[in-house]
């Protein structure tokens, strides 16, 4: 799968908040799995989202290394995840935080 490479994505407040119900649901499924990929993405799901407002130089073998570890999440937690990223890649559309959502929309499915 292709991915986009990303210069620079600013979160807003509903991306914060979804990335903290990326993170319950993850902590509910019990996945406590290191090594979730680069570190951009582990900074993401790691702090309170409060603390997380840009992530500069998204590369599509980042999302890629984070798609191949997420294959050990449970299916319907998953699903739930790549929901959540739906709903933010629509608000978002056509802006760089748009492909950010994208390219998490890919991971999870």
């Known amino acids: 799968m292709k991915f986009p490479d990303i210069d620079k994505v600013e979160l807003q407040p509903c991306c914060r908040r979804t990335i903290q119900r ?3 649901r993850r902590e509910m499924g019990k996945i406590l799995y ?3 990929g680069p570190i951009f993405l582990l900074n ?7 603390t997380v407002d840009t992530v500069f130089a998204v590369e599509g073998a980042d ?3 984070l798609m191949d570890a997420t294959r050990a999440i449970p299916s319907i937690t998953r699903t739930a995840m790549r929901k959540d990223c ?3 890649w629509i608000k978002h559309m056509g802006t760089n935080l748009g492909k950010f959502w994208k390219g998490m929309i890919d991971v999870f499915s």
């Open 22 to 24: 990326i993170k319950e």
């Open 34 to 36: 290191y090594g979730l």
């Open 44 to 50: 993401i799901f790691g702090p309170s989202p409060d």
């Open 63 to 65: 999302f890629q290394t």
């Open 86 to 88: 739906e709903e933010e």
